[in-house]
């Protein structure tokens, strides 16, 4: 199958000769008829490609164009060539709009690093019927050459082309597109969701709520100062100096958050606040900044940070600000959560909060650590 004279002047010319018009400059091409198909080498191969706009890029054009070379064997045209030569040749599959954002369910899989937070049954039916139709249409335009005649000496469009080519040629050619895809629907899915109200963990405070002794003394004064006790030696544990302001703070915690309490001080949480983005508070793997995709942990610090103690089953609580930066250690088993999916636990839910209120005064800092 050949180009046309005119074709492969037009072609040319669109490309230029390095001084007008095209966006790469000029490179002599072999033409698809010119080489021995399936059994063209390397430089064959490469003499249909644009130069590089990269090694990697390169790379990875020349490998996609062999593999359509051996797939359309004789259907091997001017149209793949034309992908490979495109700056968005590698297909993108899955379309996600600007409204689309992650369920609630799938917002705190993301912060545990889950891999299954795309993975429901509702997603792979959408992903899968998605991934298929867009995987045919760019499949079709894979399939022939641009300016091909019939007998009758109408333009052969990529629809006729496509179908004069086998069913299982037709397979190879959708299974092409979907291992060269470049769509990311859960990046895209992260970054469209809007900032949440997440509680951070403090850490030991699940110890320190079960194993300080007297925190619920029969004497008030007594469950006072141990409770007291526990939170100063708490927040002091996460790098919060213990200022008046803070000691002040702490007291009103008490106070107002678990102050008379006769319940088990293992019904309470001790959470830290912060209306951020999921990113900055995620232990995903999808993050760009994770080290080696290997396991580990994240250290994430509040500055100035909203703290939360708050009751299992009533939702009885208080928030107060402390002097500082506070920092929390996320795990897979200790990851931080939405608070408005936390049924009693939710802040919102029990207070009815502004929760851009509880924006961080400073950005979130974090650093990724090696896993416990």
């Known amino acids: 199958m050949t180009m046309s004279a005119d074709a492969i002047a037009r072609r040319e010319s669109s490309r230029g000769n390095g001084t007008t018009g095209g966006e790469f400059g000029y490179q002599p091409h072999s033409l698809p008829g010119e080489i021995a198909v399936p059994g063209a080498d390397r430089a064959e191969i490469e003499a249909l490609l644009e130069p590089s706009r990269g090694k990697y890029d390169f790379e990875d054009r020349v490998e996609a164009l062999t593999q359509l070379r051996d797939i359309l064997g004789d259907s091997f045209g001017s149209r793949a060539i034309d992908r490979m030569n495109a700056a968005g040749w590698r297909p993108d599959l899955v379309y996600i709009s600007s409204d689309d954002q992650l369920r609630p369910s799938q917002m705190d899989e993301y912060l545990a690093d889950s891999s299954e937070f795309v993975n429901g049954d509702d997603d792979i039916s959408w992903l899968g019927d998605s991934t298929y139709d867009r995987a045919e249409e760019v499949a079709m335009n894979l399939v022939g050459d641009e300016d091909e005649v019939d007998e009758y000496g109408d333009e052969t469009d990529n629809e006729t082309a496509w179908n004069e080519i086998s069913s299982s040629t037709q397979d190879d050619l959708r299974m092409w597109a979907t291992d060269w895809d470049e769509s990311d629907p859960a990046a895209d899915l992260v970054r469209n969701t809007h900032t949440q109200l997440v509680q951070l963990p403090v850490s030991g405070a699940e110890d320190a709520l079960h194993d300080s002794p007297d925190l619920n003394h029969a004497d008030p004064e007594v469950a006072f100062k141990a409770r007291e006790r526990m939170l100063q030696k708490l927040f002091m544990g996460a790098g919060i100096a213990m200022t008046e302001t803070n000691q002040q703070r702490i007291r009103e915690l008490i106070t107002e958050g678990m102050g008379g309490t006769s319940e088990p001080f293992s019904e309470y949480q001790i959470k830290v606040l912060a209306y951020t983005d999921l990113g900055s508070a995620t232990l995903s793997g999808i993050r760009t900044d994770r080290p080696n995709n290997v396991d580990v942990d994240r250290r994430v610090t509040s500055t100035n940070p909203r703290v939360l103690v708050i009751q299992r089953g009533s939702g009885y609580g208080h928030d107060v600000q402390l002097e500082g930066r506070l920092t929390s250690h996320l795990t897979p088993d200790s990851p931080a959560?939405?608070?408005?999916?936390?049924?009693?636990?939710?802040?919102?839910?029990?207070?009815?909060?502004?929760?851009?209120?509880?924006a961080p005064e400073a950005p979130l800092e974090s650093e990724w650590i090696a896993a416990a």
């Open 337 to 358: 959560v939405v608070d408005d999916n936390q049924g009693y636990w939710s802040w919102n839910e029990v207070a009815g909060l502004y929760e851009p209120a509880y």
